[in-house]
């Protein structure tokens, strides 16, 4: 009964969408009919109301919609589509103060005297108006009405103009800021979670492990790895589509003939291009380089972007008055001023201790106060002249609306699919299909480019990503990324959105095309630009590093990088470090046997030792690698034999799985129907079909190869002897350089314990005069400072001695305080008289040393990765590795 269930929902929602249904009240209703309709089935001929679900009942399908309805409203961990009004606003806001009209009219005028030209210009601003709107229709219908007629007016073969628009209007999903992109990473994020307990769920079966290790997570994404990683495949579209157009405009003339500009190309004609060119291009470059930067997050970069389109619609809507640019100006000079002051000083309240810092303070404010008049004078602008303020803002609450109405609708659809049992039907369908991740891989991919046809980008988006996309980003055998696999998706949508004859962009552009171009030319037009779709996608799926090496490379080089000791890191920093070895090996064992020469005796006994037996490890760390490496090789030739083995069995055992579940289906239902005791020839059915489901299952595990468990057993020795070697590895080389790390620190210290040892003798008259409380806290501020000093943990004990010795009893005994403080005091001379020496005698070779082992030996202790680190990390990672020979 639940597959009828789930074949009324299903059928529910394709009637209702065909009807021409709003999708916002198709998608929820749907739902809602089909679990009333099974809740009231179960109720009177069960007498259960969740006798019809495969999981749970009404009552969980009506408490998953409300943690949803939480989830996208309430969630503080959620705040991706904040995005989604600040972007909808920008590119809203841009139409219709007519800035995209200029730019096309700008372009054409720059480019058309060059054949093909003005198709060039059509791609080039329909690539801006992507980056700064994201909206497919707005995009489709602007560029049609404007560049359609004056490229029919200038000779250009309608299959071409017509291609062209289309295929440019839908960069727009594409190219960031995109809202497919936004609406992807938001139930990306979701998919991911769930893939990752399916990830652990399958470790564990495998391994009988409960906890897996965190390299082999599955790897999350947000809407700034989205646009980052969509940044590439977007421009090298961009340039395909260009180069496309100049080749058919130069082999077949007549296509595209040159389109002579009556006007000259003066000064008055190149302002004319900087004005309509180099704001546009400046919104770009602050709205996705903050975001690349990683200055700004994705809400504020659209925050940013929305406040942009406002002052450029400010000085368009008065073009032609003399005052036009003036609000403009006002906002750029502040930006600057604030920008000029940010970077040379502290610009912040509580930091202010002197009066030059006041006087920044106060030109700061002033430069918020103009930046604030500036937008205000913008917006006020917007607000008078054509209403257009309003009509922006409304639009925008329209869009906004229909996207979160239907993400609430589709949460509760997709409840309802779970709840039938849809998602472990589509996970059964698509793992028991020959040829693994790839075949799974491209059916949802054509059923994704089918869909595109019928159904908005949303839809797709918040329908089918969170059934499928947790199935795909849980395979180890191919440990796809979750930035790639939605690129992928959003690439795919496009190419759907252009393809006849149902395709969104022809749609658009049939409405605002005149008579004389016919819908066969449109069709015609576009299949060219479908191929070159279809080949990028072909291009990114075979090249994941064209959509992961951004994001990857943001990542890793930022402030916030994660450190070098990260798991996930280790296998790319090994082989760089392997490489380092093979190259100037040589160098650093010179560099290691010049540092074992060194005169130690100045250095205390401990660290004597520390040092030299780290000394040892570094020599050791060669072998180690080696080791490591030849047990990695010996893995990857058992490897070869023992794959195609582990796919058979794992096939074979995900099939017993599938039988196991349909077992205890059956089993369940045939014990309702026994006590029920009403219908003896169901019953028998299903007996019957039991029977025949253990025969199969003890088939299934007799053609488990006989050799299974030993092959299993042989090869995880393997594995964990490439795991003991590689941990041996990582502890010789945190071995080696930790003693020098902390030598290289201990030396450095003579100063630092030089400034404090006033602050030290400065104790003893805080003992005998300050109060309780000053003592106390002067103390801390003293100990505090010794603490960030390496090695000098005897002083701040001896200070913590005097400390306790005053305050921490009724009766406080300031001679046992005094002395103390005084053993501290020669504690401090001490250490600064044998660590002068030692610097002296020291600090210019370990320095030396520690520079020629940094990257490589010690490159697991340092704080983040060095940049050229960092970028092979980048290049090492941005691939998909498998994984699944751990499993």
Not at 71 to 100: C, E, H
Not at 461 to 473: H, M, Q, S, Y
Request: glycine share 8%; hydrophobic share 50%; proline share 4%.
């Amino acid at each position: 009964m639940e597959i009828f269930f789930l074949i009324m929902l299903i059928v529910l929602m394709a009637g209702t969408l065909a009807s021409g249904f709003p999708v916002a009240f198709s998608l929820p209703g749907s739902a809602i009919i089909t679990v009333c309709v099974a809740a009231l089935a179960g109720y009177f001929i069960e007498g259960n109301p969740d006798a019809y679900f495969a999981q749970g009942g009404a009552s969980n399908w009506l408490s998953a919609g409300v943690t949803n309805f939480r989830g996208v409203y309430w969630d503080v961990n959620r705040d991706t589509l904040i995005a989604i009004p600040l972007f909808v606003f920008m590119g809203i806001m841009l139409q219709r103060s007519k800035i995209a009209e200029d730019l096309l009219i700008t372009m054409a005028q720059l480019f058309g005297p060059v054949r093909g030209g003005l198709g060039i210009s059509v791609v080039f601003v329909g690539a801006l108006l992507a980056a700064t709107t994201g909206i497919l229709g707005a995009t489709v219908v602007a560029m049609g009405m404007i560049s359609l007629p004056a490229m029919m007016r200038n000779n250009y073969h309608n299959w071409l103009s017509t291609g062209t628009i289309a295929a440019s209007g839908t960069l727009g999903q594409i190219i960031p800021p995109s809202i497919v992109l936004i609406i992807l990473a938001d139930q990306l994020s979701n998919a991911v979670d769930q893939a990752g307990a399916l990830r652990t769920a399958a470790y564990k079966a495998a391994t009988g492990e409960f906890s897996m290790p965190s390299e082999f997570s599955v790897t999350s994404t947000s809407a700034g790895d989205m646009f980052m990683g969509a940044m590439v495949p977007g421009l090298v579209l961009v340039a395909v589509y260009m180069l496309f157009i100049l080749i058919v405009a130069f082999i077949k003339r007549d296509v595209a003939p040159p389109v002579p500009f009556s006007g000259s190309y003066d000064r008055k004609f190149a302002v004319n291009v900087l004005v309509a060119l180099l704001p546009p291009l400046a919104l770009i470059f602050v709205v996705l380089g903050s975001i690349i930067a990683g200055i700004a997050t994705v809400n504020q970069a659209g925050a940013v972007g929305a406040v942009g389109a406002t002052v450029m619609a400010g000085y368009r809507l008065y073009e032609g008055h003399r005052r036009a640019f003036w609000p403009a100006a006002l906002t750029c000079a502040a930006v600057i001023v604030i920008m000029v002051l940010t970077s040379l000083y502290t610009v912040n309240v509580k930091a202010i201790e002197s009066v030059q810092d006041e006087i920044v303070m106060g030109f700061a404010i002033l430069a918020v106060i103009a930046f604030l008049a500036g937008v205000i004078w913008s917006g006020s602008r917007t607000m008078r002249v054509g209403n257009t303020m309003q009509g922006v803002l409304m639009e925008t609450a329209k869009t906004t609306s229909l996207v979160f109405i239907i993400l609430l609708g589709a949460a509760m659809l997709t409840a309802a699919f779970r709840g039938f049992g849809g998602e472990e039907m589509v996970r059964e369908f698509l793992t028991g299909l020959p040829g693994g991740f790839w075949t799974q891989f491209i059916i949802v991919m054509a059923v994704i480019f089918f869909l595109g046809f019928f159904l908005d980008f949303i839809e797709i988006a918040v329908v089918v990503v969170p059934i499928v996309t947790p199935i795909l980003l849980a395979d180890p055998s191919a440990n796809v990324s979750a930035v790639w696999l939605g690129v992928m998706i959003g690439l795919n949508m496009q190419t759907s959105f252009l393809t006849p004859p149902f395709g969104f962009a022809l749609f658009y552009l049939r409405g605002v095309a005149p008579p004389a171009v016919k819908t066969i030319q449109m069709y015609k037009g576009v299949v060219p630009f479908i191929s070159l779709q279809l080949l990028a996608l072909v291009i990114v799926g075979l090249n994941p590093s064209l959509v992961n090496y951004l994001p990857t490379r943001v990542s890793l080089t930022s402030e916030t990088a994660p450190p070098p000791a990260n798991p996930r890191l280790q296998t790319c920093i090994q082989e760089y470090v392997w490489e380092e070895f093979q190259s100037r090996g040589d160098a650093i064992k010179m560099a290691i046997a010049d540092a074992q020469k060194w005169d130690l005796s100045t250095l205390p006994a401990d660290l004597q030792t520390n040092v030299q037996k780290g000394l040892e490890l570094a020599t050791g760390s060669f072998d180690a690698l080696q080791t490591a490496r030849a047990a990695s090789d010996a893995k990857d030739a058992a490897a070869v034999a023992y794959k195609p083995l582990l796919d058979q069995v794992r096939d074979i055992q995900d099939d017993m799985a599938d039988h196991k579940r349909e077992l205890d289906d059956k089993k369940q239902t045939l014990g309702r129907l026994k006590r029920n005791g009403d219908d003896p020839k169901l019953e028998e059915r299903l007996a019957a079909r039991i029977a025949v489901l253990e025969e199969e299952s003890k088939a299934l595990k007799a053609s488990i190869p006989s050799d299974w468990a030993d092959t299993r057993k042989v090869f995880t020795k393997y594995l964990s002897e490439e795991k003991r070697a590689y941990g041996q590895y990582r502890r010789t080389v945190d071995g080696a350089y930790e003693p020098i790390k902390e030598l290289l620190e201990t030396l450095k210290g003579a100063e630092d314990l030089a400034k404090i040892r006033q602050d030290v003798a400065d104790l003893e008259s805080v003992i005998q005069n300050a109060s309780h409380a000053e003592l106390d806290s002067q103390f801390k501020t003293v100990e505090s400072e010794i603490g960030t000093v390496t090695g000098a943990g005897d002083i701040r004990n001896a200070l913590s001695d005097a400390r306790r010795a005053i305050t921490s009893s009724n009766t406080p005994d300031k001679e046992a305080a005094l002395q103390s403080q005084a053993k501290a005091l020669a504690l401090v001379d001490s250490e600064i008289a044998w660590r002068t020496k030692a610097s002296d005698a020291l600090l210019t070779q370990v320095q030396t040393y520690e520079r020629a082992i940094h990257d490589t030996i010690g490159v697991r202790q340092l704080d983040r990765l060095p940049h050229n680190v960092a970028l092979y990390v980048t290049s090492c990672t941005a691939g998909h590795t498998d994984i699944s020979l751990y499993f």
